[in-house]
């Protein structure tokens, strides 16, 4: 097994392994402050490639797209949680992922109407050139996603660790009857969780779209494997769920690469049954007790 | 005054008469069912529009029998069961005498399945060899078969010396059909196949296919994309420096496609197995007279997927002008149809062959500016 | 006796049933009321409808002079009502330090200094809590877990602090414990609703006494008339033996000598 073959795999991997993050810790925020499996999480991944890629198609400057994606992605985060999380806050668990089921939908609809069918690529944010690491040839683009989901990981660690809002936050997770006590609006922190998810994805689909590139269903592949990861994460800290999403993306290359291209998904959906065999379906428990971040 | 009265009654007359047939003659409908969303619409718009090309070129020769020819187009959105629906709704049309259909192979499978319950003639302009072995009644294929691709692009390959190969399909059955051809071609030719690797269409990482390729040192590599990730694997097999010589499905090449990569230049030098057609501009004779009617009538030169739209809609005229306009007159004359020369070569159908095109029709394209030129 | 909080003819419930009827009570400045009360009587209900988590369905609550009964409990904690949640509700995968933060997030001042130095101010009254501030709260023993959540309280700097049933699963030395925490923060100039099972120690401690049955207030009166009355000692006092007497006299000796020693003016 050669190191250039293996880290070819394994940092590629490791780069589709941040969207998946991305979107990894926006499930286990929401699901842990709101109680709600957002299961429209991947969509904004979607909806911040395609309208960087739309805009810069439109001869938008870059920064600008990057950033109204960015901020489109918290918008439309922060409406979906005063539109269809709150409303529905005290409804079975079964109906809130409905709720959310459908969000999805109609994000995914909104962007077939406004954009069409057609894929929408975009050329790396300093064009299509490649270094080498480890004898291993990525883009320069893969540098963004590193960057950003390092960026965004690390401030989000920061919040949650060091700052009052994070400790607040992570207090309604835990306990959102203990934390309203303490004078913490648990409305204002749902919100606040759901606009950020919503800016990761965003930020996520606009670092990955030079790469991939995005069309209206893209979102699905992203969502159902952030989602697993943040199962296998164990779906109540955003440390382990980043760890394993990234893991996911490693896996899902080595898998692709060392024994087929076809095993891939095998694999996946492998290592998140028999987690969830050994774990029994710890998740379905609902909302856990936990949303630690440091101490690991 | 009464010679006044006269004259003008004389002229209405006159331009009734005049007028009537133009507007009692109803249009000559010709069904359409085209992927114009979706992701094969980057290559079925092109070949859409080299079938509305030709039929506004036969309109302005005066249409059939001096009837305007109105091609009912309706969008199956890249989507199977759409295309079934949409179909439905054309067969229903008793004015509808032919339907074509541009859009992917698996698409047209599902219209071919059910085209012998309609009993209206169907023209396909797609690849796979499924279209047309074995053959349905009422089901024609126009472009030569993928078989007729692969055959021409292994002798290609071996010609040039070059004994390993590697191929990159889709795990669809169309990408899986198409490697179980060139494996047999391969091995028929004594061409090696060093690597053959799949992908899904929803995948956004190739890296592990294309290393794996990059590492069994082929002489030549194919990839065999079909729409979706086409700009993705195009970028990732260039970042990923596999330098060996490259053959594309041809289906890769549209507008999107030299977008995405950053401008048509970045593929030059990429071959693909393409129709004659697509690459008549330097031919002569009758054929680079259909191709410039062809370019004229769009308003830039024809690519490949113009022409074959062009020929589907040339074959469609040919047995609409040889029938009686019914819908069994217009399936005997495509039956009948022997050597009619279109820009992509000579077509011909039997009573039970329904290939249209042969490998005759198909030639190794090398992509310059995003033309495509003969290859030696 | 300046009223400190009015809770008038309150009623208030969840979905379709009504807990309280007609609940009307009143705090005094610097006293310590108690709470009694079965099972299922609305005495955690009473807390939280008065912190603002249950909606009012009618009746009045004023604290400081003003209505408080249709604010936020974010806003009312701000003015200096503070609760102790029954069973602690500690944020178990916090450190302890980081509950004890917490709870100084609704109060007005929050410049690190006045943190600092009211985090120091609660690990001198409880130093346990000053060796274990790194430990998550889930890994304190209970005694320790009611001291966290009664120190987190007291972040808040609340004026008036209600307690409910702080004695839960205590040992009688931690429940000493407590009720001299208690005390010690009413001699500083704090006010205290006590709501308790445990009636002996509360009446203890306390200067009055509410019983509240089926959501209603049915005996009010002073601690000791309480502790005398018939029926609260059937209900609540009743089938206790010596050795909870015996604490009972030590508690309300302490209290009494700690009353006369420091009661505020
Ligand atoms: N969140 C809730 N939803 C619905 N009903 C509730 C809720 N909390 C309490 N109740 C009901 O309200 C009534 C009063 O409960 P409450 O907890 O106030 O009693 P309590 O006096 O504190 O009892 P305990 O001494 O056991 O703590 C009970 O009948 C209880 O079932
Ligand atoms: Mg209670």
Redesign the pocket.
Same mark, same amino acid.
């Given at each position: 097994m050669d190191l250039a073959t293996f880290a070819q795999f394994a940092l590629s991997g490791l780069t589709t392994g941040c969207v998946y993050a991305l979107v990894a810790i926006g499930f286990v925020l929401c699901a842990n402050v709101s109680g709600i499996v957002n299961f429209a999480q991947g969509e904004y991944v979607m909806v911040g490639g395609i309208v960087t890629a739309g805009l810069a198609s439109l001869a938008v400057p870059l920064p600008v797209a990057i950033l109204v994606a960015v901020f489109l992605g918290g918008v439309f985060g922060f409406l979906q949680e005063r539109v269809t999380v709150a409303p529905v806050r005290r409804a079975p668990m079964f109906l809130q992922a409905t709720v959310a089921l459908g969000v999805a939908v109609v994000i995914q609809s909104a962007a077939l109407i406004v954009w069409g069918k057609d894929p929408y690529g975009l050329s790396g944010f300093v064009g299509d050139d490649v270094f080498v690491l480890l004898g291993a040839y990525l883009p320069l683009q893969a540098l963004f996603v590193w960057g950003a989901t390092a960026a965004f990981v690390g401030a989000a660690f920061y919040l949650l660790k060091f700052t009052e809002l994070g400790r607040a936050i992570r207090a309604v997770a835990i306990n959102p009857g203990a934390a309203t006590m303490m004078g913490i609006k648990t409305g204002r922190m749902s919100m606040l969780v759901f606009a950020a998810s919503g800016a990761a994805g965003a930020l996520a689909g606009v670092v990955i779209v030079p790469i991939t590139s995005a069309s209206w269903d893209s979102g699905l592949e992203f969502g159902v494997k952030g989602f697993t990861g943040a199962i296998i994460g164990g779906f109540h800290s955003p440390f382990w769920a980043t760890a394993a999403a990234l893991g996911l993306g490693v896996l899902e290359s080595l898998a692709a690469g060392y024994v087929s291209s076809e095993a891939k998904d095998i694999v996946t959906y492998g290592v998140l049954l028999a987690y969830l065999m050994i774990r029994g379906g710890a998740f379905l428990r609902g909302r856990r007790v936990v949303a630690s971040t440091g101490g690991h | 005054m009464s010679g006044l009265i006269l004259r003008m009654a004389a002229g209405v007359v006159l331009l009734t008469i005049g007028l009537a047939p133009a507007a009692r003659a109803e249009d000559l409908v010709i069904g359409g069912i085209g992927s114009m969303t979706g992701v094969a619409a980057s290559f079925d718009r092109a070949v859409v529009e080299g079938i509305q090309a030709y039929i506004k070129v036969w309109n302005m020769q005066g249409g059939f029998k001096g009837r305007h020819v109105n091609l009912q187009l309706l969008d199956d959105e890249s989507n199977a069961a759409t295309a079934v629906t949409v179909y439905r709704k054309l067969v229903e049309d008793k004015s509808v005498g032919i339907i074509i259909a541009a859009s992917p192979s698996q698409t047209l499978l599902a219209i071919k399945a059910i085209a012998d319950d309609y009993r209206v003639p169907t023209i396909g302009s797609a690849t796979v060899v499924q279209l047309a072995v074995p053959p349905a009644k009422y089901f024609f294929r126009s472009l030569p078969g993928t078989d007729a691709y692969m055959l021409t692009l292994i002798n290609w390959v071996k010609a040039h010396g070059w004994m390993k190969l590697a191929i990159l399909n889709p795990s669809s059955a169309a990408g899986q059909s198409e490697a179980g051809l060139l494996k047999k071609d391969a091995a028929a030719a004594g061409v090696q196949i060093v690597a053959a690797e799949r992908y899904n269409d929803t995948d956004t990482n190739f890296t592990a296919q294309l290393v794996n390729i990059r590492n069994a040192r082929p002489d030549f590599f194919y990839c065999g994309i079909i729409g979706g990730p086409s700009v993705t694997i195009f970028k990732q097999v260039k970042q990923l420096h596999l330098t060996m010589p490259i053959a594309l499905h041809s289906s890769a090449f549209n507008p999107n496609f030299y977008r995405g990569i950053g401008g048509v230049k970045e593929a030059d030098g990429v071959y693909s197995p393409v129709e004659r057609g697509g690459m008549a501009g330097s031919a002569s004779g009758l054929v680079a007279k259909l191709y410039k009617e062809a370019s004229d009538a769009m308003g830039h030169p024809a690519t490949n997927l113009n022409t074959a739209g062009w020929d589907t809609a040339m074959i469609v005229a040919h047995a609409i002008e040889t029938s009686n306009d019914t819908r069994q007159g217009i399936l005997v004359a495509l039956e009948n149809t022997q050597d009619l020369p279109v820009i992509g070569g000579l077509v011909s159908y039997g009573p039970s062959d329904r290939r249209g095109k042969d490998e005759r029709s198909v030639g190794i394209g090398r992509l310059t500016d995003g033309h495509f030129v003969e290859a030696k | 006796m300046t009223s400190m909080l009015d809770v008038a003819a309150v009623s208030s419930?969840?979905?379709r049933?009504e #807990?309280?009827h007609g609940v009307s009570l009143e705090i005094g400045a610097h006293e310590i009321v108690t709470m009694l @009360? *079965?099972? @299922? *009587?609305?005495?955690?209900? $009473? $807390? *939280?409808t008065i912190m603002g988590v #249950?909606p009012v369905r009618s009746g009045t609550i004023g604290f400081l002079g003003e209505p408080i009964e249709t604010a936020d409990t974010a806003a009312i904690v701000r003015r200096g009502l503070c609760a102790v949640p029954?069973r602690r509700q500690l944020f178990g995968d916090m450190t302890v330090e980081e509950n004890l933060l917490l709870g100084a997030y609704g109060r007005a001042d929050r410049s690190p200094a006045a943190l600092r130095d009211d985090l120091d101010t609660q690990y001198q009254l409880f130093p346990r809590l000053r060796e274990r501030r790194r430990q998550s709260a889930q890994s304190l023993s209970g005694g320790e877990q009611q001291m966290a959540a009664i120190a987190r309280a007291f972040m808040a700097r609340p004026k008036l602090l209600l307690l409910?049933?702080p004695s839960l699963g205590l040992a009688p030395l931690m429940v000493e414990q407590i009720v001299q925490c208690i005390v010690d923060f009413r001699a500083r100039g704090g006010t205290v609703l006590l #709501?308790e099972?445990n009636a002996r120690a509360a009446l203890g401690v306390a200067d009055r006494g509410y019983v $509240?049955a089926t959501?209603r207030i049915t005996i009010a009166g002073r601690a000791g008339d309480l502790l005398a009355n018939p029926a609260v000692q059937d209900a609540y006092l009743g089938g206790q033996g010596s050795g909870a007497r015996a604490m009972e006299e030590r508690i309300r000796a302490r209290a009494s000598s700690y009353n006369r020693a420091s009661q505020p003016q």
């Open positions: - | - | 419930g969840y979905g049933t #807990v309280l @009360g *079965a099972n @299922g *009587a609305g005495k955690s209900t $009473l $807390l *939280a #249950v029954e409910d049933e #709501v099972q $509240l959501g």
